[in-house]
């Protein structure tokens, strides 16, 4: 067990490491228990691959005698956490519990990488979490747009910084121009992703409408942004792209800043004061259903202060410490007091359609209906209706349950089987159901408009269009178009003649005839070198993913792993269209997939992660992150192989 600090400020987050060791392969549905950790946001990491060591064998005569060697393995794997404690004070992390064949683990070594170790009789660790200092030169909140909202609102998170101002020369100055190293922010907010929200744009686009050039600007170093190596960024690659030579000899934190204003608010005494306001904002959509916690954001860094007015040297700087508290958003469901029964499970703005074919038909015939929701929102949850028991449906259609469902990313589509009971000019009834409108908060009434319909009486079918005749001519039906009930064969089927007994020979042998030539040519079709690729496509391209799986808990190098993945896309793009992997390059794979008509959505996805991929050779990437590119590869490809 390893703990990196054991005295931060509030706000600030360490890292907590756990590392579990056995002489036999560990469960891998083995997870510490961390209930315990109710003074601390904490956020877990993925576990690091088991790792085996130590095994080793030998044998050795000794004046006559073998002597055998046999050590055995060591198998360990690794949790990572980082913590943020909820408020300040001397906290203990109890020891994470973990559960081996029913026994309780204590921990053999415990490491505090800075502090004295503070280690309690029943391993818990005591941190000491320092309240920020008392100050009125910045002040730091968080404001959001809506602390309550449903899947598919918008919520925007505002990150509020006044610095003090300064007085005479310098009243109409910036302070961060003054400064030669920009104030850190730690906002966990400015990720790439955020549990439970997808960002309305890009991280590397909202980033990059921010940053600043210095020495004309300055700004705020956010997070661990910086320029590295040839001047590419180590977090977002866009950015990069802005800065000269003069960044490329060392690793330079990027700067960020809005439009700074100049406000009066009042200062530690109460005193209506200057201070110049900076603002962050950052639009998300959430997903999922759930209470979320963004913050704390924290401020370090020395700041301007006047020590003496109208004195040459009156500037100084301060080391300054400032928190934001974080802020909580409940995401909520459907108020179910007010839910109407017709309530079909989407959010969104949408419009609601039936159809209905054909218009014209008998009674007992079988009527295909279609009722489609479309519009923009989310219809995951959506469930079909059970027409049989609408009233004004039962009294003139027989319905077949359950309807057949097909879904897009724009559209719900529900198709039907109705077969009509009664004569006459009667009409498919208008079907209503509700949604909810997340803009209006509210639900929303929608009905599809009435269909005419003619049926016309089919209370018996004449005998030409069977398969032989009845005596009087007639096959008599019941309600709903079906056949009557016939006793014996000598009421249903008159006697079969000579030529109806030729016929039918005739047209089973060419029946088989056609079975038989249709089985060859899909027997060429199936054993076709190039069918056989473009069907072993996906398959291929899983195997290859679960080798690069194997090579990510072996701690493979970054760079081959990207490239290996790379290589998992254009060697499905090449199989399932029949060209050449080798020397295939983004733009290329961009192509073949244009020139077969898939949707653009998908290609820019696939595309994106190409391009992510392409960023780690300059260092754009962690292994964590691709593990998890690893996964939304599979997903793109199973996405890509349904669009046969």
């Known amino acids: 067990m390893q703990l990196d600090r054991s005295a931060i400020y509030e706000g600030e987050t360490f890292h907590y490491q756990l590392m579990l060791s056995d002489s036999s392969p560990l469960d891998d549905a083995l997870i510490p228990d961390i209930s315990s950790w109710t003074d601390f946001d904490v956020h877990s990491f993925t576990k690091q691959p088991v790792q085996m060591s130590g095994s080793s064998f030998s044998v050795?005569?000794?004046?006559?005698?073998?002597?055998r060697d046999n050590r055995s393995a060591t198998y360990s794997t690794q949790f990572n956490y980082v913590l943020t404690p909820k408020r300040a004070g001397t906290l203990a992390i109890p020891l994470p519990k973990v559960t081996v064949n029913g026994l309780t683990l204590s921990p053999q070594t415990f490491a505090v990488a800075e502090g004295e170790r503070?280690?309690?009789?029943?391993?818990?660790?005591?941190?000491?979490v320092i309240e920020p200092e008392e100050q009125d030169i910045v002040f730091l909140s968080m404001e959001v747009n809506r602390d309550r909202l449903y899947p598919l609102q918008p919520l925007e998170i505002t990150l509020v910084i006044h610095i003090k101002g300064l007085l005479d020369r310098y009243a109409a100055v910036n302070p961060l121009t003054l400064l030669a190293q920009p104030p850190q922010l730690q906002i966990p907010w400015a990720e790439r992703n955020v549990k439970g929200f997808l960002p309305s744009q890009p991280l590397e686009n909202w980033?990059?409408?921010?940053?600043?050039?210095?020495?004309?600007?300055?700004?705020?170093?956010?997070?661990?942004?910086a320029t590295s190596g040839m001047g590419f960024d180590t977090r977002v690659n866009r950015l990069s792209l802005l800065f000269s030579m003069d960044d490329l000899l060392q690793r330079v934190p990027y700067q960020f800043s809005g439009s700074p204003r100049q406000?009066?608010?009042?200062?530690?005494?109460?005193?209506?004061?200057?201070?110049?306001?900076?603002?962050?904002?950052?639009?998300?959509?959430?997903?999922?259903?759930?209470?979320?916690s963004f913050g704390p954001v924290t401020l370090k860094g020395a700041l301007p202060v006047i020590i003496q007015a109208n004195a040459p040297d009156g500037l100084t700087a301060k080391r300054i410490y400032a928190v934001a508290k974080p802020i909580t958003v409940a995401v909520v469901d459907v108020p179910q007091a007010n839910c109407p029964v017709d309530?079909?499970?989407?959010?969104g703005a949408f419009r609601w359609d039936?159809?209905?074919t054909p218009q014209q038909a008998r009674v007992g015939d079988p009527m295909t209906l279609t009722l489609r929701l479309l519009g923009q929102g989310s219809m995951a949850n959506v469930r079909p209706l059970d027409l049989s028991s609408h009233p004004d449906v039962s009294t003139n259609f027989r319905v077949h349950m359950p309807p057949t469902e097909e879904m897009s990313e724009q559209s719900c589509t529900f198709t039907y089987t109705i077969r009509p009971l009664n004569p006459g000019t009667i009409e498919f009834p208008s079907i209503p159901v509700s949604v909810f409108d997340v803009n209006m908060e509210r639900f929303v009434s929608l009905s599809s408009l009435p269909i005419p319909l003619n049926i016309a009486n089919a209370e018996s079918i004449q005998s030409p269009t069977l398969f032989g005749s009845v005596p009087d001519g007639n096959v008599q039906l019941l309600e709903g178009g079906l056949f009557a009930n016939k006793t014996t064969l000598s009421q249903t089927f008159p006697p079969i003649t000579f030529a109806q007994w030729a016929l039918t020979v005739s047209c089973l042998t060419a029946g088989y005839a056609a079975m038989a030539l249709g089985v060859l040519?899909?027997?060429c079709q199936w054993t076709n070198p190039k069918r056989q690729r473009q069907r072993g496509a996906l398959s291929r391209a899983k195997s290859r993913l679960a080798t690069l799986s194997s090579a990510l808990r072996g701690g493979k190098n970054l760079i081959e792993i990207s490239s290996e993945l790379s290589g998992v896309f254009f060697g499905y793009i090449a199989d399932r269209w029949d060209k050449a992997e080798q020397g295939m390059t983004t733009n290329d794979a961009c192509q073949h997939l244009r020139d077969n008509r898939v949707p653009e959505s998908l290609i820019g996805a696939i595309k994106a992660a190409l391009e992510s991929l392409d960023a780690v050779k300059y260092g754009g990437m962690d292994m964590r992150s691709l593990d998890e590119l690893a996964g939304t590869a599979l997903t793109l490809l199973q996405q890509l192989d349904r669009e046969r």
């Open 60 to 67: 050795t005569i000794i004046n006559g005698r073998t002597v």
């Open 118 to 128: 503070q280690l309690l009789a029943d391993y818990s660790v005591a941190v000491q």
């Open 207 to 225: 980033l990059t409408n921010l940053v600043v050039r210095p020495p004309q600007q300055r700004g705020f170093a956010i997070n661990d942004y």
């Open 263 to 292: 406000i009066q608010r009042p200062d530690a005494q109460g005193n209506e004061t200057t201070y110049w306001e900076y603002r962050f904002s950052r639009t998300f959509i959430p997903q999922e259903f759930g209470n979320y």
């Open 343 to 347: 309530y079909i499970g989407a959010f």
């Open 354 to 356: 039936a159809t209905l």
């Open 521 to 523: 040519l899909w027997r």
